[in-house]
């Protein structure tokens, strides 16, 4: 029973990201950046804060690479920048 409350729970947390992303003032993009690139994952969130606002974007790391979705592309220069 525990496990299905669980479940809900995530579902639910799922759901209110994806809301909260779809009242953004743009279309979702999906943005793929090379963790080599990256040497404090820190750094990109503060990026994506300034960016798009607290909240307003998703990260999520996958086979050494992560995955951006926000209501916009990031720059090679800004990544560069902050990132490195």
Request: proline residues 4%; aromatic residues 6%.
């Amino acid at each position: 029973m525990a496990e299905v409350c669980k479940n809900q729970i995530i579902c639910r947390d799922e759901e209110q990201k994806t809301a909260r992303l779809a009242r953004a003032k743009s279309p979702i993009e999906t943005q793929l950046i090379d963790s080599r690139h990256v040497r404090d994952p820190m750094h990109l969130v503060l990026l994506l804060n300034d960016e798009y606002g607290n909240g307003n974007y998703e990260v999520e790391m996958r086979h050494n690479c992560f995955t951006i979705r926000a209501p916009g592309r990031l720059q090679w220069s800004q990544v560069y920048a902050k990132c490195r």
